[in-house]
């Protein structure tokens, strides 16, 4: 069974570039899934913020695109989100998931990392 | 991109009486395959989101039976037959079938 964690910075300076990881254990970042980031702003609901599948390709929600790049690491078996420019509107619980499918929504979810922009 | 929307926002329940919750998306979600890509996610309190069903009707292991999907095209229903304390939290559901993929804005069952 695939368990993900995710780490990463819990406080980010206006204008500044947002980055976290994502480990994975249980199951290959080189496989034939879905890696994915999603994230929550607080008393919110959820936003999908895009994947990597296939080794390396992306898609990306055009409310990010131009800020953000998804990539993975073969070599930890983990994977990245980096969002560039970041305002207090991108406070929020972001979370690693995985999906088996390119449709099916995601079967295994980070426990989530806070994130919080401000000066 | 397509706008999924939920009804009721908030759901007070008895415990044991059954649950409705409405999702409708701004175009329909059959993709080419001719399968329909709508998902509900289930997340207590504190908690990360956990799927509960995918593909319309098809529910995850380890979901209780109570829980059931149905729906076509653009109109779709998460129902609980008989509510449990455990169930309380925010149901989304959440559109696989275009990019980006969006959720729904939540529907927070409650205890009455």
């Known amino acids: 069974q695939v368990q993900l964690q995710e780490s990463g910075p819990g406080l980010v300076k206006p204008s500044g570039t947002l980055s976290l990881t994502c480990a994975v254990s249980g199951g290959s970042i080189s496989s034939t899934n879905w890696w994915i980031w999603v994230r929550q702003p607080p008393g919110k609901g959820l936003e999908w913020i895009g994947e990597i599948y296939q080794g390396g390709r992306t898609n990306y929600n055009p409310s990010v695109m131009g800020r953000v790049t998804m990539s993975p690491d073969k070599s930890k078996n983990q994977f990245s989100l980096k969002l560039t420019s970041v305002t207090a509107a991108d406070t929020a619980v972001y979370y690693c998931a995985h999906s088996a499918t390119w449709s099916a929504g995601m079967d295994v979810w980070g426990q989530g990392t806070t994130v919080t922009v401000s000066s | ?112």
Request: proline residues 6%; charged residues 15%; glycine residues 10%.
């Open chain 2, 1 to 112: 991109d397509v706008v999924m929307t939920q009804s009721p926002l908030s759901l007070p329940v008895t415990l044991g009486q059954p649950a409705s919750i409405s999702c409708r998306s701004s175009q329909s979600l059959v993709y080419s395959d001719g399968n329909t890509y709508l998902n509900w996610f289930q997340q207590r309190p504190g908690q990360s989101p956990r799927r509960l069903i995918y593909m319309v009707s098809n529910r995850d292991s380890g979901v209780p039976d109570r829980f059931s999907g149905s729906g076509s095209g653009t109109d779709f229903t998460l129902e609980i037959s008989r509510v449990e304390a455990e169930d309380v939290g925010v149901y989304y559901c959440m559109q696989g079938t275009y990019w980006p993929h969006t959720f729904g804005q939540g529907t927070k069952l409650e205890i009455k």
